[in-house]
């Protein structure tokens, strides 16, 4: 069975910074990209960043390029976001989520993710 599990979320002060963290487990996920997406209240679901399977291409919403990053660590399966400079408009239940074609390039569309998590909450709030 394919799960994602999220962790990290949380409420921190606006400018502070959160790391989000989702490990895999039942497939393999080595070889696909991944990525995170956020759901705000009374919002769709947006995409945030995506990275391709080696690690060698990211992804990136405009809203958080520059102050998120996302990282992959395939040993151990997992995927990081790491989340800095978080202004109020970043609360959201994050979500990651993973592509399961082989060698796939990263998409944008939450359509195109097969595997999702349960969601962590970012608050981000003084």
């Known amino acids: 069975q394919v799960q994602l599990v999220e962790s990290g979320g949380g409420l921190v002060q606006p400018g502070g910074s959160l790391r989000l963290s989702c490990a895999a487990s039942g497939r393999t996920f080595n070889n696909y990209p991944m990525g995170w997406f956020r759901q705000a209240p009374r919002k769709e679901r947006e995409f945030v960043a995506g990275i391709n399977w080696s690690g060698g291409m990211t992804l990136y919403a405009d809203s958080v390029k520059g102050r998120f990053t996302i990282s992959r660590d395939n040993a151990k399966i997992t995927v990081n976001l790491q989340m800095d400079s978080l202004k109020p408009e970043d609360t959201a239940v994050y979500y990651c989520?993973?592509?399961?074609?082989?060698?796939?390039?990263?998409?944008?569309?939450?359509?195109?993710?097969?595997?999702w998590g349960q969601g962590t909450q970012v608050t981000v709030s003084s």
């Open positions: 989520a993973a592509d399961r074609r082989f060698h796939g390039l990263v998409k944008v569309t939450q359509g195109d993710y097969d595997y």
